[in-house]
């Protein structure tokens, strides 16, 4: 009997490319797909090594978008059973050796400049225990599949159980989920978490544990009730779980904003010590207050100063405008004045003016006594 055991991987590397670990003997598969419906038939092809800037290095094997290209296909032991047009192109390596060990690419040609799509794979070999079981690797927060098959062809419908622990001689520990051969028995699946999600009918009782957590590191155990006695088939996994970065460094803030606030309670709870400096430090706020507002009168009153002076200033200049305003009044009035009056400038130095026209009236007037009789009187011009 065999026993198919397939290992998918399960973490990328710094470079970008993706750890997967294979069994020597087993059939491993790297898995490479694109969107069909949104591009269409699209060139691929696979090769070892880094991928270059046109094609694939070491080319493996090939598509037209259609099939396969025989003539560029390596070793049959390089197939693409996926189905190409719905876009699977993943590889298929048949009967892993140990010289199959390394870097493997991926290319889909993607019309246009710089378009292509490039999947690297670093291939390992797969590391088993002294006791038999098989090192898997997962992330928190992932799905990771446990493989295990039989020949369903060969044995038919058989009793499968997968449990935690060792395999004891009968059964499962702490059993996960079991089937009858056919159908799953849902009385005995512990958690929704536990998956059989391959075809049952085909002899693959592949374990998928859905959204890993640090909890699920460990043993597990697949146990195949082939009839007779001491014939069971016994699969051991040790399964190790590693830390998601975003999901460490999610963890890492929240563990940052949940400490402060818990500070701040121990800050202000510890000790009467610690409530003597919180007064003080109240008691200096007050005081700085105090002085601000303080600074802040000091720093209005040049305002006020400076405001006054603007008032005074406005005063001034509006009592000169009104004096100016008189004087040229009077500058023009003065002219006309002297006009009227400047024969009594010349005539007289009298100062009342009705005086001096009387004055010169009388001295006008002469008067010339005669020695004749009813006193004649001489014109003189």
Not at 295 to 315: D, G, K, R
Request: hydrophobic share 30%; proline share 2%.
């Amino acid at each position: 009997m065999k026993i198919v055991l397939l290992l998918v991987l399960l973490t990328v590397s710094e470079c970008g490319s993706i750890s997967v670990v294979g069994q020597t003997g087993q059939n491993v598969t790297l898995s490479c797909k694109y969107n069909f419906k949104y591009y269409g038939e699209l060139v691929v092809c696979w090769g070892r090594g880094d991928i270059p800037s046109k094609g694939c290095t070491n080319q493996l094997i090939s598509t037209d978008g259609r099939r396969v290209i025989e003539g560029t296909r390596a070793s049959s032991r390089y197939q693409l059973l996926g189905r190409l047009d719905e876009g699977d192109v993943s590889l298929t390596i048949l009967n892993f050796t140990d010289s199959d060990a390394g870097r493997y690419g991926c290319r889909v040609e993607i019309p246009g400049w710089f378009n292509d799509d490039k999947h690297h794979f670093d291939l390992t070999i797969e590391t088993v225990s002294e006791c038999g079981s098989i090192s898997v690797v997962g992330q928190t927060g992932q799905n990771v599949t446990l493989s295990c098959k039989y020949n369903f062809k060969y044995y038919g419908a058989l009793a499968v159980c997968w449990g935690r622990g060792d395999i004891p001689s009968s059964g499962c520990t702490n059993k996960l989920v079991s089937t009858d051969g056919r159908g799953v028995i849902e009385g005995t699946r512990a958690s929704s978490r536990y998956q059989l999600l391959g075809r049952l009918d085909e002899g693959d009782v592949s374990l998928t544990i859905l959204n890993l957590t640090d909890s699920d590191a460990g043993r597990y155990g697949c146990r195949v009730a082939i009839p007779g006695w001491f014939n069971d088939d016994k699969h051991h996994f040790d399964l190790t779980i590693e830390t998601d970065p975003q999901t460490n460094t999610s963890t890492s803030n929240t563990e940052t904003s949940t400490e402060q606030p818990a500070a701040k309670y121990t800050s202000t709870s510890t000790s009467a010590s610690a409530s003597t400096g919180h007064m003080n430090f109240t008691e200096t706020l007050l005081t700085s207050s105090s002085s601000s507002v303080s600074a802040e009168e000091n720093s209005i009153a040049p305002v006020v100063l400076v405001c006054a002076l603007f008032v005074l200033i406005a005063l001034v200049t509006a009592g000169g405008l009104v004096i100016i305003i008189k004087r040229w009044t009077l500058l023009h009035k003065t002219p006309r004045q002297q006009q009227g009056n400047s024969w009594a400038w010349f005539n007289s130095t009298s100062s009342s003016l009705h005086i001096h026209r009387s004055s010169s009236a009388v001295e006008n007037v002469y008067q010339i006594d005669g020695g004749g009789d009813g006193g004649e009187y001489e014109y003189c011009p």
